[in-house]
């Protein structure tokens, strides 16, 4: 059975950085594409960062420039660094895995960013 485990989240205030974590049951290179999205209240989830098995990146608008994507094949993880972070970036993080036609979730990590 295929797991995504997250970890990292937490509180920060404005302009601070975390780093999310998330670690998978099997080998990562099972993966096509890797990534994370994002869910505040009230909102539809969306995509903030994919990497595929080749390394390429696609990141929403919204965090070009702050946030990076990155994945360990040897750790078997997928990592997001955060920088300069903003209010709006307070949501619960979910970290995504495509294996195939199959799509597997984490069970989210909680980001909040203080004023």
């Known amino acids: 059975q295929v797991q995504l485990v997250e970890s990292g989240g937490g509180l920060v205030q404005t302009g601070g950085s975390l780093r999310l974590s998330c670690a998978t049951s099997?080998?990562?290179?099972?993966?096509?594409?890797m990534g994370w999205y994002r869910q505040a209240p009230g909102k539809q989830r969306e995509l903030v960062a994919q990497?595929?098995?080749?390394?390429?990146?696609h990141y929403a608008d919204s965090v070009k420039g702050r946030f990076t994507i990155s994945r360990d094949n040897a750790k078997n993880t997928v990592l997001l660094q955060m920088n300069s972070l903003k209010p709006e970036d307070t949501a619960v993080y979910y970290c995504?895995?495509?294996?195939?036609?199959?799509?597997?979730w984490g069970q989210g990590t909680q980001v909040t960013v203080s004023s």
């Open positions: 995504n895995g495509r294996i195939l036609i199959n799509t597997y």
């Open positions: 990497i595929t098995s080749g390394g390429s990146t």
């Open positions: 099997g080998s990562i290179r099972s993966f096509h594409t």
